[in-house]
């Protein structure tokens, strides 16, 4: 008689799995890798970038959006170019666009319905995040949006890569997906931050979110990405905070602490960039 695992042993398995270096991704998020890999190497020119961004046709188009949208293309010419489009961005824009082809595509081949419509829930609901990461570290904490982008976009990565295993392990179906991030994201995500390479300032970021306290005024990355997440019009789907009732009461506390007229403004003036960038994030 087969014996089945509970959620809690799931996970531990997951997380001991990773640790082991047993990630496995489909060839668009392995091509993705590699690019970040080359432009770790401070000698990697632009050449080398673009072509390796040419290899992988979905990075492509998210690279040519990302470098037509309100948020990077200010004299509104159109840009087609890859290269061009590569020397707009910058590489820091570039390997966080790498990471969020790895990072959507990390649960984007499930055969069960419910787990798809979970990871696109999931990657809209990180696209809002990291668009807003962006625009209020540019207005508000005045902080590097290009890491607050990063931040955002990999802020999900532990339920991500828990998406991708829910096939081999049935036992995570049913229930509320929330338990997934009570007891499964710090375990999982950690070690896939690890595995990935993922920059220590910016794991530390994902990992002061994890704590969920929001200091009021925000002044950190951390408070940025945490402002992000509860000012974000799509919830997530698997985070504790998401009831209606606790955002409000966050809204009215970010409102009392940075002025409702002044969030107001700033969210107003940034909506176009915020959108167009949104937008583009969409894989």
């Not at 000698?43 to 673009?50: E, K, L, Q, R």
């Not at 590097?144 to 955002?152: C, I, N, R, S, V």
């Amino acid at each position: 008689m087969i014996q089945l695992m509970n959620k809690h042993e799931i996970f531990e398995k997951i997380a001991s799995q990773v640790a082991r270096g047993e990630l496995l991704f489909p060839t668009g998020a392995r091509v993705a890798l590699i690019l970040r890999r080359a432009l770790d190497d401070p000698d990697c020119h632009i050449d080398t970038a673009a072509r390796l961004i040419k290899a992988e046709p979905l990075l492509s188009a998210r690279v040519i959006a990302i470098a037509n949208s309100a948020a990077y293309n200010h004299s509104g010419r159109e840009i087609t170019d890859i290269r061009v489009a590569t020397s707009l961005l910058g590489f820091k824009t570039i390997r966080a666009l790498a990471m969020a082809l790895v990072t959507r595509q990390m649960a984007g081949n499930s055969r069960v319905p419910e787990l798809l419509a979970l990871a696109n829930k999931l990657w809209e609901h990180s696209a809002h995040v990291a668009a807003l990461a962006h625009a209020i570290a540019r207005h508000v904490t005045h902080l590097d949006p290009e890491t607050a982008l990063f931040a955002g976009i990999i802020h999900e990565i532990g339920g991500f890569y828990m998406i991708s295993c829910a096939d081999e392990f049935p036992e995570l179906l049913g229930g509320d997906f929330s338990e997934w991030m009570e007891d499964g994201e710090v375990k999982v995500g950690q070690q896939v931050l690890v595995k990935l390479n993922v920059p220590n300032s910016a794991a530390e970021i994902i990992e002061t979110f994890w704590s969920g306290f929001l200091a009021m005024p925000p002044v950190t990355l951390a408070d940025t990405l945490l402002l992000a997440e509860q000012l974000a019009p799509v919830p997530s789907p698997l985070h504790r905070w998401t009831n209606e009732a606790s955002c409000s009461e966050m809204t009215a506390s970010i409102e009392m602490v940075i002025g409702e007229e002044t969030l107001a403004l700033i969210l107003s003036e940034a909506a176009e960039e915020i959108a167009s960038l949104t937008k583009a994030l969409q894989f």
